[in-house]
Nanobody, 123 residues
Framework: QVQLVESGGGLVQAGGSLSVSCAASGRTFSRFAVAWFRQAPRKEREFVAA????????DYADSLKGRFTISVDNAKNTVYLQMNSLKPEDTAVYYC????????????????WGQGTQVTVSS
């Protein structure tokens, strides 16, 4: 059974950086895509970034390109989201999700979800 566990969230000042992690277990993930989504208070959950586990194909929300970077560490079975130049509007619960197949920005196509990690950016 696929399990995804996020970690690394916390409180950071505007302009700072933070990296959140998604530890994956239960399957061989070479043909999986993993994505990050986020949900701010009183807002819909939105796509952040996605990566294909093998080969490194990535996709980003247009508004976040250049500030956020998604990456995979195969040895640790972990996907990372590096967030730079953080803004108060980046405050949200960040979720990782996984699916077999290519990365996609559509959350309904992801079968496995983590519990989320809170990121708070203070102004």
């Amino acid at each position: 059974q696929v399990q995804l566990v996020e970690s690394g969230g916390g409180l950071v000042q505007a302009g700072g950086s933070l990296s959140v992690s998604c530890a994956a277990s239960g399957r061989t993930f070479s043909r999986f895509a993993v994505a990050w989504f986020r949900q701010a208070p009183r807002k819909e959950r939105e796509f952040v970034a996605a990566i294909y586990w093998s080969g490194g194909l990535t996709d980003y929300a247009d508004s976040l390109k250049g500030r956020f970077t998604i990456s995979v560490d195969n040895a640790k079975n972990t996907v990372y989201l590096q967030m730079n130049s953080l803004k108060p509007e980046d405050t949200a619960v960040y979720y990782c999700a996984a699916r077999e197949g290519a990365p996609t920005m559509f959350q309904t196509r992801y079968d496995y979800w983590g519990q989320g990690t809170q990121v708070t950016v203070s102004s």
